[in-house]
């Protein structure tokens, strides 16, 4: 008899429930209906942090989950695990994580401050480790991308917690860029985004033959011949390269003043320094045609560029360690 594949529960997507009590604290329950209570200290200050903090988008709900699982699974690779620990910088703020933990299945432990130091620490744990988290598959990701991409995303997310706060938005094949990675928008998307096209395999059949050049770099970082580049393969290289950009805007550019900014002039200078300038080699293919001696060379120098060969690398890496299945057994030795 068939039965039908059960859903995860879209906990990120429920509200835990709390009502003021006749002894002055706050209970309900937690997305898991679960019993619940806060103090009312806990919940004055949390109160008081969404009102001043309404448009910080580091303290946005899925930012404050993101920061209570990572800090949660205390660096480990895995989803279930015991305990880790929290840092922020006011008592308000901390409030603000103990009652948002607490609906959501964490439990933040009484905070204390370092002698001389400006920050507060408290411990986390989960406290429904035999359940799912709210988190574990993406709570960014859009229905499609869940659906295509869940066997790259799990593992990702386990390896690279940080990276939980991309949103994954899937994007139309409108003969466009096939996938980009967008940083914040102010006013428009808090989050870091990758944006891609997943709406059929045609597409990457296609790409398999119309780019070439790009689709023997990929095979030559993971040690393998042109010819045993698969759709899934390169599907799973295209995002992760994208994936890789937003690892470096993630951990090189948002502790500065500007990060935008300072994003988009270092890729301003990159693009600058191609023989053709400020042209993608697809943007110079539609300008001159594919036969153009000029493509190759313009390739060539835009893989070589800085940001380019971090992304290739980070997506060659993650295939090579965490999902080699995708390659098959017949490799060649990997280039340096």
């Not at 002055?24 to 019993?35: A, E, F, L, Q, S």
């Not at 933990?101 to 429904?128: C, D, I, W």
């Not at 300038?277 to 300008?287: A, N």
Request: cysteine-free; hydrophobic content about 30%.
């Amino acid at each position: 008899m068939h039965r039908p594949a059960t859903k995860t529960p879209d906990l990120y997507n429920r509200r835990g429930r709390l009502e003021k009590a006749d002894d002055g604290t706050y209970r309900g329950k937690d997305v898991y209906d679960n019993p619940i209570s806060v103090s009312a200290k806990d919940h004055r200050l949390y109160t008081e942090h969404w009102s001043s903090a309404r448009d910080d988008p580091r303290f946005s709900r899925k930012n404050m989950l993101a920061d209570l699982e990572t800090a949660a699974n205390a660096g480990s690779l895995s989803f279930k695990t015991g305990k880790g620990e929290l840092e922020v910088e006011s008592m308000r703020s901390m409030s603000a994580y103990r009652v948002m933990g607490a609906l959501y299945g964490f439990e933040v432990g009484q905070y204390r401050r370092e002698k001389g130091g400006s920050t507060f620490k408290a411990t986390v744990r989960r406290t429904n480790l035999d359940q799912p988290t709210p988190l574990k598959y993406g709570f960014e990701a859009d229905y499609t991308f869940r659906q295509e991409m869940g066997h790259i995303i799990e593992p990702l997310y386990a390896h690279h917690l940080e990276l939980r706060r991309l949103e994954l938005v899937t994007k139309n094949d409108d003969g466009g860029r096939t996938a980009y990675f967008s940083p914040p928008k102010p006013g428009k998307q808090k989050n870091p985004s990758i944006y891609m096209t997943l709406a059929s395999d045609e597409h990457y059949e296609s790409s398999l033959t119309t780019r070439r050049r790009s689709v023997a770099s990929f095979a030559e970082r993971l040690g393998i011949k042109k010819e045993q580049m698969t759709v899934p393969l390169l599907k799973a290289y295209v995002f992760l390269h994208e994936v890789g950009h937003a690892h470096e805007y993630m951990t090189r550019y948002e502790k500065a003043d500007d990060p935008i900014g300072s994003q988009k002039r270092a890729r301003e200078v990159e693009m600058g320094s191609l023989p053709v300038p400020d042209l993608t080699p697809t943007q110079l293919e539609k300008k001159h045609g594919k036969e153009s001696g000029i493509i190759a060379v313009q390739e060539r120098a835009y893989r070589d560029l800085p940001s380019e060969r971090y992304a290739d690398r980070f997506a060659a890496d993650f295939i090579l360690k965490h999902i080699s299945h995708l390659i098959g057994d017949s490799r060649q030795r990997p280039s340096p």
